[in-house]
T-cell receptor
Framework: AQTVTQSQPEMSVQEAETVTLSCTYD???????LFWYKQPPSRQMILVIR????KQQNATENRFSVNFQKAAKSFSLKISDSQLGDAAMYFC???WGGGSEKLVFGKGTKLTVNP | GAVVSQHPSRVICKSGTSVKIECRSL??????MFWYRQFPKQSLMLMAT?????????EQGVEKDKFLINHASLTLSTLTVTSAHPEDSSFYIC???????????FGPGTRLTVL
């Protein structure tokens, strides 16, 4: 079964510092995609970053980057130079090819940014 | 780009009435849309997958006759909660998959309160 595990229910970081959110997944698929979504208090789900499993290079979007370890089935999110606006729930998600299209979500990590 | 709207953002109704929620992809065509339900402090739970011009595919445990889904065009899907009861009160979120990609973009959500 495809599952996504986020082992950190809550994390906190000081403004301007770096924080890493963990995510592991379980799959037998070879063609799949991984995502991090952010859900601020407004509850709007916002795509943060996307990684294709066949790409070895880690995805980067400005201050957000991932550490994709395919063999370990690990997909962590690093937020550099944390800002107050980064405070939110972060969900790791996975989908696979072959026409499934479903997103499987982890339970989320609540990130607090301290001024 | 890739903006998804939902209407209404909040709705309060009496028990036994029906409520319709609209989900629109504003600047792209979405052959596939998804409906999720989110309980407080929890992750998203997929309810159904909606493909344009065909019947929706419901997840196990989701009542098809209670949650009617219609996807009549490439930019619009609707969720109708029929004969709503207080236990249907929740936050409902739709998403649309950008055609030809694996990425889902989310609407801002609808908070349903059934009295």
């Amino acid at each position: 079964a495809q599952t996504v595990t986020q082992s950190q229910p809550e994390m906190s970081v000081q403004e301007a510092e770096t924080v890493t959110l963990s995510c592991t997944y379980d799959t037998s698929e070879s063609d799949y995609y991984l995502f991090w979504y952010k859900q601020p208090p407004s509850r709007q789900m916002i795509l943060v970053i996307r990684q294709e499993a066949y790409k070895q290079q880690n995805a980067t979007e400005n201050r957000f980057s991932v550490n994709f370890q395919k063999a370990a089935k690990s997909f962590s999110l690093k937020i550099s130079d944390s800002q107050l606006g980064d405070a939110a729930m972060y969900f790791c998600a996975y989908t696979w090819g072959g026409g499934s299209e479903k997103l499987v979500f982890g339970k989320g990590t609540k990130l607090t940014v301290n001024p | 780009g890739a903006v998804v709207s939902q209407h209404p953002s909040r709705v309060i109704c009496k028990s036994g009435t029906s409520v319709k929620i609209e989900c629109r992809s504003l600047d792209f065509q979405a052959t596939t849309m998804f409906w999720y339900r989110q309980f407080p402090k929890q992750s998203l739970m997929l309810m159904a997958t909606s493909n344009e011009g065909s019947k929706a595919t419901y997840e196990q445990g989701v009542e098809k006759d209670k949650f009617l889904i219609n996807h009549a065009s490439l930019t619009l899907s609707t969720l109708t909660v029929t004969s709503a009861h207080p236990e249907d009160s929740s936050f409902y979120i739709c998403s649309a998959r950008l055609f030809g990609t694996d990425t889902q973009y989310f609407g801002p959500g609808t908070r349903l309160t059934v009295l």
